[in-house]
């Protein structure tokens, strides 16, 4: 079983920058592809970015060029930075793991582990 535990989460003004990061416990998570998703009130869960074992990165349309994932699996951490923020990224970031590696990246439901997730609220 793997336990992941998001940070970092907080109120932001349009245009600042964020970085929320996810702490794993329980198993190594050096072989997952590691992702980062959100949901927004009253919207569906959707695809923020994700990062491969070999460290290859897949953002969202939505995100590329502002958003950076990265882990560090010495330290079973995984990390979202986000810049030129807007108020369209308001939404609650978690943090997701799926050991396999499945198919689709952008597909939550391949992911196993989840964690509570993280606050983000970006002012006008």
């Known amino acids: 079983q793997v336990r992941l535990v998001e940070s970092g989460g907080g109120l932001v003004q349009a245009g600042g920058s964020l970085r929320v990061s996810c702490a794993a416990s329980?198993?190594?998570?050096?072989?997952?592809?590691m992702g980062w998703f959100r949901q927004a009130p009253g919207k569906e869960r959707e695809f923020v970015a994700a990062?491969?074992?070999?460290?290859?990165?897949y953002y969202a349309d939505s995100v590329k060029g502002r958003f950076t994932i990265s882990r560090d699996n010495t330290k079973s951490t995984v990390a979202l930075q986000m810049n030129s923020l807007k108020p369209g990224d308001t939404a609650v970031y978690y943090c997701?793991?799926?050991?396999?590696?499945?198919?689709?990246?952008?597909?939550?439901?391949?992911?196993?582990?989840w964690g509570q997730g993280t606050q983000v609220t970006v002012s006008s």
């Open positions: 990062i491969s074992p070999s460290i290859a990165t």
């Open positions: 329980g198993r190594t998570i050096s072989t997952y592809r």
């Open positions: 997701a793991a799926d050991p396999y590696a499945r198919f689709s990246i952008v597909s939550a439901s391949n992911y196993d582990y």
